[in-house]
């Protein structure tokens, strides 16, 4: 059983900042990349953000020079900073882990719950 522990959503004026976090616990052996969506009614799941193990984060084009993805190996958390808001950006972001279940070679993919972001004046 993996869990992921998402906090940090909220309220903020366009312009503002907001810093989200994601906190996985379980049965964990590695954890290959993770990652940050968000979605909207109506409309698909879309990446805003992966940060791969060892590697260079990737960010979806609207949200460059404005977000970063960071991930501690050790608390095995992922964070994102969200800077200059606008309304767009307004969405339910959900945190994803890609990793290896402790004591398998089984690779799989867990979601958190979810976590609202407002961008309203």
């Known amino acids: 059983q993996v869990q992921l522990v998402e906090s940090g959503g909220g309220l903020v004026q366009p312009g503002g900042s907001l810093r989200l976090s994601c906190a996985a616990s379980?049965?964990?052996?590695?954890?290959?990349?993770m990652a940050w969506y968000r979605q909207v009614p109506g409309k698909q799941r879309e990446l805003v953000a992966v940060?791969?193990?060892?590697?260079?984060?990737n960010y979806e084009d609207s949200v460059k020079g404005r977000f970063t993805i960071s991930r501690d190996n050790i608390k095995d958390t992922v964070y994102l900073q969200m800077n200059s808001l606008k309304p767009e950006d307004t969405a339910v972001y959900y945190c994803?882990?890609?990793?290896?279940?402790?004591?398998?070679?089984?690779?799989?993919?867990?979601w958190g719950q979810g976590t609202q972001v407002t961008v309203s004046s």
């Open positions: 940060i791969p193990s060892g590697d260079s984060p």
């Open positions: 379980g049965s964990i052996a590695f954890i290959y990349s």
């Open positions: 994803n882990i890609d990793f290896r279940q402790s004591g398998t070679l089984i690779r799989k993919a867990s």
